[in-house]
């Protein structure tokens, strides 16, 4: 497995159009769930990951073949999912501590939501939330890392993410409850 990606790679930065189709067709599921999260339509998730391989081709001789490949590859993917939403919008980011520190968090509310289910909901949040909820808690960075790739404070990292999983909590239960009525 890993002598094929690095033949494909080495390949890749001959530029050889077989081996980017291959990098391609490998790796553009993922990087497509993961620009999903990111965006609020396909379209924009679509030529997100375009722009990504874009530049995973042209840096490829930045990747100096030490740690994974593909977590070089998810950065720049990362990266450029969040150079577009700079680009589109302001994160409309604000800190609202006093509010955000006194919400109660439903811990089951969405322990067994699927993933489709979590696309769906993330689509209905503001920019922010949806943004610091992607890199906290499903890119794992720390709240000091956010802050640095955003351009915010601390606090206001910690205030989104809180905010996030309150918004979140509520259309799931909204959500739920109109199936139920409808059912």
Known sequence: MQSEINNILS??????????????EK???LF?????????????AEDVLVESFYRIFSKLHQFKDEGSFE????RIVVNS?????????NLNLHVDIENAYNIKE??????????????DLMDDMPTGYRTVFNLYVIEGYK???????????????KSQLILAKKRMQELYKKKHENHLKSS
Request: overall charge positive.
């Open 32 to 44: 497509y769930g993961i620009c999903l999260r990111y965006m609020k339509n396909k379209q924009e």
């Open 71 to 74: 977590g070089w590859m998810k």
């Open 106 to 119: 439903d811990a089951t509310a969405l322990s067994d939501i699927q993933y489709g289910e979590l696309l």
């Open 27 to 29: 790796y553009a599921p």
């Open 81 to 89: 999912n969040l150079m577009k939403i700079r680009k589109n919008s």
């Open 11 to 24: 390949r890749c930065r001959k530029q050889d159009p077989l081996a980017q189709k291959a990098l391609y």
């Open 143 to 157: 709240h000091r890392e956010v802050a640095e790739i955003l351009g915010i404070s601390i606090n206001t990292s």
